[in-house]
């Protein structure tokens, strides 16, 4: 898979999501993510359903468990047939690993697996304070990417920011999701830290995941085009 915009649909039902995806041209399938609100609203169904229309899934589900449940419940979305599945890194190379022979089809197919990090509402002093880790942000996000890597994960989700450092440490092929962007004079909502689709591909991301600038727009299907214009081109 090469580099792509994602589109958030970061709706609470299946009506919302189904207006939304019906304003862009029959013959017009933008990737999208499907977040734990809309599935835990509607089930695997909806997941069949998009599929159907003919959208590539990303499905933001982060698991976090033991290894073994990990992985039966990976099988189950990999029999959804979706394209990009994530989970926490913290649930530590074991589960990570479990996770991918949960994900992995009879006939040796699966969905792409990206881990999280640190979610960025952590910041450092949560992190030390809560979870009592001492090290930098910076180098605990660089570790945790390094231990999915060397778990066979196919990437991380992290922001444009990082997307450099970390392909700088796991290698140019190791796939950067990358969330916060906004066009150049966007209204940010409440992200803090964000980039325009064309300054995250100079940062190296692979995919960029773009929520309320294409879902909020008066025409959604220009806000994505456009996207996808200055992020390939
Ligand atoms: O609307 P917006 O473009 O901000 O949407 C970004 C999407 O990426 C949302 O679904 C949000 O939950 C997700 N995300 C994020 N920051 C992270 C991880 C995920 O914004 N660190």
């Avoid at 359903?49 to 982060?62: Q, T």
């Avoid at 990090?117 to 910076?138: A, C, G, K, V």
């Avoid at 990358?178 to 591909?201: N, S, Y």
């Avoid at 929520?211 to 456009?226: H, L, N, Q, S, W």
Wanted: glycine residues 8%; aromatic residues 6%.
């Amino acid at each position: 898979m090469g580099k792509d915009v994602i589109v958030a649909c970061d709706f609470a039902s299946a009506g919302a999501v189904y207006a939304f995806l019906d304003r862009f041209p029959a013959g017009e399938k933008p990737f999208v993510k499907i977040g734990m609100e809309l599935y835990y609203a509607e089930g695997p169904a909806i997941v069949r359903e998009i599929k159907k229309r003919g959208h590539r899934i990303f499905l933001d589900l982060k698991l976090h468990d033991i290894p073994n449940t990990v992985k039966k419940a990976m099988a189950v979305l990999s029999n959804l047939d979706v394209d990009l599945v994530n989970l926490h890194a913290a649930g530590t190379r074991a589960m990570m690993e479990a996770a991918l022979e949960g994900l992995t089809r009879p006939d040796g197919t699966r969905p792409l697996l990206i881990a999280v990090t640190q979610l960025t509402s952590t910041d450092q002093e949560s992190l030390e304070r809560e979870l009592l880790i001492r090290e930098p942000m910076e180098q605990v996000v660089l570790h945790y990417a390094a231990a999915a890597k060397a778990a066979g994960l196919d990437g991380v989700v992290c922001s444009p920011l990082e997307a450099a450092a970390v392909h700088e440490r796991c290698g140019r092929d190791f796939l950067t999701v990358t969330p916060g962007v906004r066009f150049a004079e966007g209204d940010r909502g409440d992200q803090k830290r964000v980039m325009t689709p064309a300054q995250a591909r100079q940062a190296g991301s692979d995919y960029i995941v773009v929520g309320r600038p294409i879902t909020a727009a008066a025409d959604p299907a220009a806000a994505y085009r456009r996207c996808v214009e200055e992020f390939l081109n």
